[in-house]
Structure formats: structure tokens, C-alpha cells
């Protein structure tokens, strides 16, 4: 019954958490002897977590970055390195978005930040304007993935795991990811003509700025460090994921402040609005999905379904095939949050009882969510990119539909080959 309250509401267009919220409290004053206040009991307890820190100032810290000049100046470094191949800006926008990702930890910032540059320079060189846009919002399935990822923390809350394991899980799949799709912009370019060196007139553009690897990469050293720092420190357990979160603000603070001077004193207000706004949507969006999870696991749903997932094979290969269909339907329709909240005290257990890693099934969730991420009819990546493309979403979909099947056939590769994953984890951590 609650399912088909949450379904109702998401057919009038009620937004998803305050759907999930609504359907909750509805079925507990109506159809459930359970007291009410379990739903509001839940709907703090679950934002009740240390960890759940590191979420807003990670979005801080991505918004801060975005408005001090590191986007662009990813882009000039990635064009140097990579200019002069076939289809090399569809390259330098998923080589600039993996940078970026692994700083931002959010795949719509991900897309808005390097898709501002990216999406209009790939349309002036010739590449068809929904191709860019294709391309910009897949890239943005680095976001979950590259750590510090935001869905990875979550997942680490719910599920119970290591956070510093997960990050650093996350590394080589989100590597394997950008190959994928820059070898997917590589054909497609040699194939449909597209960029600059299928349109020798337009070089004359890129040779008036004289880009230099060296100097572009000097120019965004910063902007690079900035994951190593990060990331580094919590390897080396100088600080927790947590409090690598707030190093990173002050880090991007110095850096957009002190030494790219492109934020000034009164950009900040600005700033930090756009963040609590941005964070505001997300705690409740959490807080709605752990008082659903709950109703949901007091009527005793996720052991139904676990009862018939199980029953549908004892093979750990097609169980395996069988969630990530389920997973990446729901994505299709569910925010990743959300539906991470929601699902992952469901799957888990089973996968767990299986002999599936809890790590390298949080590879597995997240990699099907960040693409859920950029399909149709929710895919939020989709929608920034179409609207920075200035692109009707139907003409992206001729494009998204390849860059896909390239991101399914990754997760195939994920899902069935665990010491991907888990390589890192067991090498530089007990």
C-alpha cells in the first residue's frame, strides 16, 4: 500500500522526497497500528550521522571550485594534452570531467561546471550539438564514482562500510569508465567527422592561444592537487573523510581567494546560498528516504522481495544480472540518494549471503545509480547538459543511447570481475 501511495504521488508530480515523506506518514496514521511518531523519530535519525557531514561541505566545496576559475582552467590543460587527436574534445571534456569529479564528488556539478566549456566548444568545432550533450552528461557518471563521491558516503552510512575502503574502490573503475567513453568519442568522431582534426580551418583557433602542456598545467596545479590532498590525507589517516570535506573548503577558499583571485568578498553570500540550497534539497531527500525505508522494512518488504530474488536462482552470476536490472530501472524513475537509501538494506543482505564483497557491491549499486543519472525520464545529468547545449532531450537520446551501452558493458565488467575493486583496498589497506 505504501508503494502505491509513493506511486500516486510521483504521478502528480509531487517531488520525490516529498513524496517519499508524504507516503510514509499517510500509511502510518491509516494502515498501520505502528505509532506515527516512528516516521518522525526516523526522519531525524536519519540525517544522525558524523559521516553525513562530509556531504554539504563536499557541495560546498564543489560550488566554491566552480566559481574560481578551476573548470576552465581543467579544460586548457586537457586541450593541450590531448589536442590534435581525432575527437579530441569529446576527450578533454570526459578527461577534464574525471578531474573534476574526483574534487566535486557530484555528477550534475560535474556536468554544469566543465559543460558550460566543454558543451559550447565541442558545438563550435563541429560536433553535432546533441552528441556534446550526450557525451558531457554520461561524463558526469563520474561524479558518484571517483571518490570523494557523495552517493559513496551515503552507501558507507547505510551499508555500514568503510568509507576510505569505498573511495578508494572507486579509483580504477572510474579510470576504466573515462577509456570507455573517450574511446567512444574517439570513434564516433573518426566516423561522423567531428572536431578539430576533421576541420582543419578551425585550427588556426587553437594555435592563436599557443597552448603549452607545461604551462597549462602549471596554470591548473591547484586545481589538481586539490584531490591528491585530499584523497591523500585520508589514506594516510591524517584526517577522515569527514574532515576531508572541510579541508577541502578551505582548501578551494584559499586557492579561488588567495591565488586565482577570481572570487571576491562579495561572492561569497552567492556562493554559499547556492550550496545550502543545494544541500537543503538533499538532507530532506535523505531524511524522507530513511522514514520510507523504515515503513517499508516494518511491513516486511524488503524480505519479500529478497525472497523472490533468491528464488530466482541460487547462482550468484544471474542474482547478480537480476539487481542490476532491478537497480537500473529504478534509476531510471528514482533519485540516486533515494533509491540508494531505500535498496541498499534490501540487496545487500542477499549479495552478502552469497559471498559478494559489501566493497565491491558498493561499486556495483553506484556504478548503476551514476547512470541512472543520465537517462530519461529523471536523469538529472541529462537536463543540465541538454539546457547548457541548449538541445531538445529527444535529440540528445539518438547519442545517449551508445554512450549508455558503453557505461552497461563497464558495469558488466564491474559487476562479474571483483578484483577491479577490490585491488586497491587490499593493497593499501588492512
Known amino acids: 500500500m505504501v508503494i502505491l501511495i509513493f506511486g500516486a504521488l510521483l504521478f502528480f508530480n509531487v517531488p520525490i522526497a516529498i513524496s517519499l515523506g508524504i507516503s510514509s506518514l499517510i500509511y502510518i496514521m491509516f494502515f498501520s497500528p505502528v505509532p506515527v511518531n516512528m516516521v518522525i523519530q526516523a526522519l531525524v535519525t536519519g540525517l544522525d550521522s558524523f559521516t553525513l557531514l562530509g556531504i554539504p561541505f563536499f557541495i560546498l566545496a564543489g560550488d566554491i571550485m566552480m566559481h574560481g576559475g578551476i573548470s576552465r582552467r581543467l579544460i586548457r590543460f586537457s586541450t593541450a594534452l590531448l589536442g590534435g587527436i581525432i575527437g579530441s574534445m569529446g576527450m578533454v571534456t570526459v578527461f577534464a570531467s574525471l578531474i573534476f569529479g574526483s574534487i566535486s564528488g557530484s555528477g550534475p556539478a560535474t556536468v554544469a561546471s566543465i559543460g558550460k566549456i566543454a558543451i559550447p566548444a565541442m558545438i563550435k568545432e563541429k560536433y553535432d550539438r546533441g552528441f556534446a550533450c550526450a557525451l558531457a552528461a554520461c561524463s558526469g557518471s563520474f561524479g558518484p564514482l571517483i571518490p570523494p563521491s557523495i552517493v559513496m558516503i551515503m552507501y558507507g552510512v547505510v551499508a555500514q562500510q568503510s568509507i576510505t575502503h569505498l573511495f578508494l574502490a572507486g579509483i580504477i573503475p572510474g579510470i576504466i569508465v573515462a577509456i570507455s567513453l573517450m574511446t567512444f568519442a574517439y570513434f564516433a568522431s573518426k566516423k ?6 576533421m576541420n582543419p580551418e578551425l585550427k588556426e583557433t587553437l594555435e592563436v592561444e599557443s597552448l603549452s602542456v607545461v604551462r597549462t598545467f602549471i596554470d591548473a596545479i591547484w586545481a589538481i592537487l586539490c584531490p591528491l590532498i585530499i584523497l591523500g590525507g585520508i589514506y594516510t589517516g591524517a584526517f577522515t573523510p569527514t574532515e576531508a570535506a572541510i579541508v577541502a573548503c578551505v582548501y578551494a577558499l584559499i586557492i579561488g581567494i588567495f591565488v586565482h583571485r577570481e572570487i571576491k568578498p562579495k561572492d561569497l553570500p552567492k556562493i554559499f546560498k547556492n550550496a545550502v540550497n543545494t544541500n537543503g534539497t538533499v538532507l530532506i531527500l535523505v531524511s524522507c528516504a530513511t522514514a520510507f525505508g523504515r515503513v517499508l522494512a516494518i511491513e516486511q518488504v524488503p524480505a519479500a522481495l529478497g525472497g523472490v530474488i533468491s528464488g530466482i536462482s541460487d547462482n550468484v552470476y544471474i542474482i547478480l544480472l537480476v539487481i542490476n536490472l532491478l537497480v537500473l530501472a529504478i534509476g531510471l524513475f528514482m533519485e540516486s540518494l533515494a533509491a540508494l537509501i531505500i535498496l541498499t538494506p534490501v540487496l545487500l543482505p542477499i549479495v552478502t549471503s552469497m559471498g559478494v564483497d559489501p566493497i565491491h557491491f558498493g561499486i556495483i549499486i553506484t556504478m548503476n545509480l551514476a547512470i541512472g543519472q543520465s537517462t530519461p525520464p529523471t536523469g538529472v545529468n541529462l537536463f543540465v ?16 543511447l551508445p554512450a549508455v551501452l558503453v557505461l552497461i558493458v563497464v ?16 593493497l593499501l589497506l588492512p
Open 385 to 400: 547538459a541538454s539546457q547548457i547545449g541548449e538541445c531538445r532531450v529527444e535529440d540528445v537520446l539518438r547519442w545517449l
Open 192 to 197: 561522423y567527422k567531428f572536431g578539430l582534426r
Open 411 to 426: 558495469l558488466l565488467i564491474l559487476t562479474y570481475i571483483p578484483a577491479i575493486s577490490l585491488f586497491l583496498p587490499s
